[in-house]
């Protein structure tokens, strides 16, 4: 079999992966409805989604593909359901592709491509909820590859269309700039690149209405239905019976709290980097910090799982192999308990409502202890390798 053969392949799979429950779980249910909604708001009441309250929490380019979406199901009759799925369909075999060609220039070949193609959590994040967090993955990736190629311009432009899709990965900006080798000027250039465009983007919605840009995009604080407030939560309801609500203004002491852990940590793995205790590859710093910020905040959604995969599957290891276990127990018991309409079409799910509960917690739990045992080993990884280059 040639290579291109062997491309297709794995292409093949995993577009047929994605491609049957996109088409199957063809339903308006959790995130889906929430586009859905924002579409509706956009095409016939306001151009600026941050004016309807708690829908749209992201950065203004998902929007128009929300909005896209709703006009051609409109015009064509196609599932709204189906269409807006459709650009995570191409993320996802976007990400495969750059997998396998950064995988045939090294000695991984197409293990890395193959891996994240079958990864259950992929499957489950994208095909089935129809989070969006892989095409701004895909970015995260081109950013890290152009920037290890030295192509540090095209580098600092793909993490800024990552960042103008969702906000998460603003966290992998002093990453890029703490990598050795970048001057002063290198680094004012490469942050100026990341960051301008995603401003220039945001100037329309705060001239309009600067009050809901702030209330809607940066007072966002997450979902606790994982972390270690989703924990928390999860055992009062074994305890006592009575599910809490998710959102984090109920969380608000609790947020707080982690927000303030999680910069902490964030900020010690930064002056770690800049110090030359640690010493890693750009992808496996990358990995570094997303896996602090999943053991340290505590309001996390269902679709920040993903964030570790692409990482996870380039550096596969035992580390990356339980948490995609557990990651995949958490993600199912949580949907089979909070939203079975993700997983299944009918009033009960994959699991009775009382064992998803379990499975919710226990996955909870689990993918809390496999992110930091994960954590512990990449640091141990980066101060080996500092201390073997002195």
Known sequence: MTARMRLALVLA????????????????VADVLRYHRVATHVLDVSWNPYAAPRLYPYPPVWVWVEAGSEWVARHTGWSFAVLVKLPVLAADMAIVALLAAGGTRTARGLAPAWIYALHPVSVL?????????????????????????????????ALAAAIALKSFPVLLLPVFLLTPGL????????????????????????????????RELFGYGGIADLGWIGFWRGLRLLHTGVLARSEAPFWGGLVAVSKILTVLAEAALLAAIASRRVRWPLAQACLAAL????????????QYLLWVVPFGVWFPDRFAAVHGIVSTMALVGLYSFLAPGILSPGPSAVFARPQAAVLWVVGTGAVLLASAAWLGDVMARGRALAKAEG
């Not at 799979?13 to 308006?28: F, H, N």
């Not at 892989?134 to 600092?156: H, K, M, P």
């Not at 896996?291 to 269902?302: C, D, E, H, I, T």
């Open 13 to 28: 799979v995993a577009g047929a992966l994605r491609l049957a429950p996109i088409v199957l779980a063809d339903r308006m």
């Open 125 to 157: 994040v994208g095909a089935f909820h129809g989070q969006f967090d892989a095409v701004a993955l895909f970015f995260v990736l081109l950013a890290v590859f152009t920037f290890e190629a030295g192509r540090r311009d095209a580098s600092a432009l």
């Open 183 to 214: 001057t002063v000027r290198g680094r004012m250039r490469f942050a100026a690149l990341a960051m301008v465009p995603v401003v220039l983007l945001l100037v329309p919605y705060a001239l309009a209405d600067f009050g809901a840009l702030r």
């Open 291 to 302: 896996l602090a910020f999943l053991v340290f905040y505590g309001s996390v959604s269902a």
